[in-house]
């Protein structure tokens, strides 16, 4: 019952990228982390781990600085999903799970590139549940649920679970280490 004349405008558009850009495949990811320690060589394996929209957890195979596409996906065996991941250190993967637990891969080596083991590392406190987690070289800082930042201490080659949390901010949402 208006007399105004009103138009319907639709945009169609396409998504285009160039670059160096290689894919991996139509695997749909929602994190990923690239190892920090600088390869050894243009053959030296390079540390990919990722984790899927279903949470669970996968290391890229086969990944070179000479090969960055790597070769295939290794799933990696977990009892439940998870929602952060992040290669620190001397291969050192960190990742929270969907409970809000925190969770080191051990024994990951060039004969075993996705580990062997998870160690679970108990949370800074009684109900605390972890949401986000990044590794760097020698510190790994987590965000709670509640937005509280913490660092885990005593890190170390001996010790790389560490010994204890500390609350170190409020009012954070997300942290990188580098």
């Given at each position: 019952r208006s007399y105004v004349?009103?138009?319907r405008w639709v945009r169609r558009c396409q998504v285009t990228t160039t670059g160096p850009w290689l894919s991996v495949g139509e695997l749909r990811l929602k994190d990923v982390s690239v190892q920090i320690d600088p390869p050894e060589g243009d053959t030296s394996p390079v540390?990919?781990?990722a984790i899927s929209l279903d949470g669970s957890i996968l290391c890229r195979e086969g990944v070179t600085s000479s090969l960055p596409q790597g070769n295939s996906w290794i799933h990696v065996p977990t009892d439940q999903p998870f929602v952060s991941i992040s290669v620190g250190g001397d291969n050192n993967v960190w990742s929270t799970a969907f409970d809000g637990s925190?969770?080191?891969r051990g024994g990951i080596s060039?004969?075993?590139p996705s580990g062997q083991y998870w160690h679970q590392v108990?949370?800074?406190c009684k109900g605390v549940q972890l949401v986000q987690i990044s590794a760097g070289m020698s510190q790994v800082w987590a965000v709670d649920q509640s937005k509280n930042l913490w660092t885990r201490e005593g890190?170390?080659?001996a010790c790389p679970e560490g010994q204890?949390?500390?609350l170190s901010s409020r009012n954070v949402?997300?942290?990188s280490v580098g």
């Open positions: 004349r009103r138009r540390g990919v781990w925190a969770w080191l060039p004969s075993y108990p949370p800074p890190i170390s080659k204890s949390w500390k949402r997300k942290v």
